[in-house]
């Protein structure tokens, strides 16, 4: 008879430190709420909710509700007070435990480890300009929200062989069905922007006439390999994080 086999002990103190510590360490790289969430597959409120208990975030409304309860006011009497809903009251106050289910320990353990990676793949990227390093990122980003200049969120996965091994092929996930992308192509985008490094990438069509370049453009540019205008960077929804010296 097969034994089950045993969950992973998860530390939920150790684990929610570790979660306030990245969330903050991407918040404050980008100064964005929705860019966080995006980086840690959340919502924006449940970020604003994590950097509250940090101490990394307030604003207005959240300093009154977090007075008026440092005075000992109920939660019904902060909604009173200041005419927002329970909800509301809630998102704006500090976790006062950690998370104890072990679904929800798994993955926010996971959503740590894959920032760090992310994080990682982006450094190790900036430090060697080279196509295993470029690999890397590539399979680090999977399932990572991206935007066209257009504004299309996509998102794409790494076809995988029968051996299990990745094929150098991307099945781009966007809301008009997937495409797939050559590998041959990422990489020509990606030699045309080694050449154009220290100069802003006007848009994707500069990196060459290219199948997929409109999706490859945002890639390269969140890890850090081309410099794009402010306005095309607003539409992508990225404020590119500086990745942290190890």
């Known amino acids: 008879m097969a034994r089950p086999k045993k969950r992973p002990h998860y530390d939920p103190d150790k684990i929610m ?23 840690f597959d959340m919502s924006p409120l449940k ?28 939660i019904v009497e902060i909604q009173e007070l200041t005419g927002l809903k329970k909800s509301s009251v809630n998102g704006y106050l500090p976790y006062t435990k950690s998370v104890y289910k072990s679904e929800d320990l798994s993955m926010n353990a996971e959503r740590i480890n894959t920032y760090r990676s992310r994080q990682q793949a982006v450094r190790n990227l900036m430090e060697g300009m080279n196509e ?19 504004g299309l969120p996509f998102t794409y996965e790494l076809k995988k062989g029968r051996n299990g091994d990745y094929n150098r092929e991307l099945i781009i996930d966007r809301r008009r069905g997937s495409k797939t ?7 020509r985008a990606f030699e045309k922007a080694v050449e154009l490094r220290g100069e802003v990438v006007l848009r994707p069509k500069a990196l060459g006439d290219i199948r997929g370049v409109s999706y490859i453009y945002p890639m390269l540019y969140r890890f850090g390999v081309i410099e794009v205008p402010e306005e095309a960077a607003e539409k992508m929804g990225i404020k590119r994080p500086l990745p942290n010296k190890a």
């Open 47 to 74: 970020i604003r909710k994590l950097l509250i208990t940090s101490g990394t975030y307030s604003n207005e409304i959240s300093k009154v509700v977090n007075d008026l309860r440092a005075a000992g006011k109920s």
């Open 17 to 39: 430190k570790n979660l306030l510590d990245a969330v903050s360490e991407s918040y404050e790289e980008t100064g964005e709420l929705k860019q966080t969430a995006a980086e």
């Open 181 to 187: 992308i050559v590998w041959s192509s990422v990489m």
């Open 132 to 150: 295993h390093a470029l690999w890397e990122a590539v399979v680090a980003f999977q399932k990572y929200t991206f935007h066209t200049v257009t």
